[in-house]
């Protein structure tokens, strides 16, 4: 309940999600994802990815890294679409939605308003909130592809922000990622880091 975590000081009147880890259960998807583009590269063994370092960060960020260490004979935008159409696929498949997101966000809705700050692209997140109904209760949507810099930066806040028409300290911020809470943190918001993808003691901040 937000009205037992909420510093005195602070009367909040929006809150912003992060999408994968927190709204869908999809890190283990996106790594799933990942691995069968590896597969059908030929790299199922010696990919080298250490998957939970990018928790919270775009999948351009993997890609840049792997590409860096592998130099694989595809075009980089190649890469990228190849494991977002996977990724689309297994999403549609098992609906790994949170079972109780749903009626969280129902019962938000006539206090607060909501939006969506996802290091996902569009597409994804298209996806996502299509499963489980859920796009109504966003009154803004904010993907890394509309901002500059991804988590730890805090740019898709700072856009879900401004969308509103409020200021950071107007905000919390739900999330699971380490990089996520910098982010939340960096843009002045007040955030709560729940464990569905990193263990309570890493997430101090």
């Not at 792997?66 to 498949?93: D, M, N, S």
């Amino acid at each position: 309940c937000l009205s037992e975590v909420r510093n005195p000081k602070r009367q909040y009147r929006a809150v912003i999600f992060d999408m994968d880890g927190v709204i869908v259960d999809s890190e283990p998807v996106h790594e799933r994802a990942f691995l069968e583009v590896f597969a059908e590269m030929g790299y199922a063994d010696n990919h080298g990815m250490d998957f939970p370092a990018y928790y919270g960060r775009s999948d351009r960020a993997l890609w840049e890294d792997f590409v860096a260490k592998h130099h694989p004979p595809y075009p980089f935008e190649q890469l990228v679409e190849w494991k977002q159409t996977k990724l689309i696929e297994l999403l549609r498949r098992e609906r790994p939605i949170f079972p109780d997101v749903p009626r969280l966000l129902a019962e938000l809705e006539p206090h607060y308003a909501i939006a969506l700050a996802s290091g996902s692209s569009h597409n994804v997140i298209r996806e996502v909130l299509a499963l489980g109904g859920l796009a109504r209760f966003f009154k803004a949507v904010v993907s890394i592809q509309d901002v500059g810099r991804s988590k730890p930066a805090p740019d898709v806040f700072l856009r879900a922000a401004s969308l509103l028409g409020m200021t950071p300290s107007d905000y919390v911020v739900i999330e699971d990622s380490i990089v996520g809470v910098q982010a939340g943190r960096a843009a002045g918001m007040d955030v709560i880091a729940i464990t569905n993808s990193v263990p309570r003691e890493r997430l101090g901040e």
